[in-house]
């Protein structure tokens, strides 16, 4: 079982930045692919970004591409989102999200097993 803590969410202003971050319990970290998500009232949660175990590859939602960095660092267990540029409709919770992955270096867009609380980001126009 891996036990996801997320941070960094918050008010800002569009325009301005946050990073987020997401702990995990997980001593074998470096084995999951990490993803983030998100989740706006009324909609469906979709795919914010993605990065295999070892952070060479990377996905990424086409509405954050060019202004959303995804990154990891496994000898701290940890993943984080750099959010710049941000904007009213980036407004909705964030979610951390994990998932084994075994013999391959990829970062999945779906079929995630574990997942954080989530952590409310917030940008007023």
């Known amino acids: 079982q891996v036990h996801l803590v997320e941070s960094g969410g918050g008010l800002v202003q569009a325009g301005g930045s946050l990073r987020l971050s997401c702990a995990a319990s997980?001593?074998?970290?470096?084995?999951?692919?990490m993803g983030w998500f998100r989740q706006a009232p009324g909609k469906e949660r979709e795919l914010v970004a993605a990065?295999?175990?070892?952070?060479?590859?990377?996905v990424y939602a086409d509405s954050v591409k060019g202004r959303f960095t995804i990154s990891r660092d496994n000898a701290k267990s940890t993943v984080y989102l750099q959010m710049n540029r941000l904007k009213p409709e980036d407004t909705a919770v964030y979610y951390c999200?994990?998932?084994?992955?075994?013999?391959?270096?990829?970062?999945?867009?779906?079929?995630?097993?574990?997942w954080g609380q989530g952590t409310q980001v917030t940008v007023s126009s």
């Open positions: 990065i295999s175990w070892s952070g060479v590859s990377t």
């Open positions: 999200a994990a998932v084994l992955v075994i013999n391959s270096d990829y970062a999945p867009r779906t079929e995630y097993d574990y």
């Open positions: 997980e001593r074998t970290f470096s084995t999951y692919a």
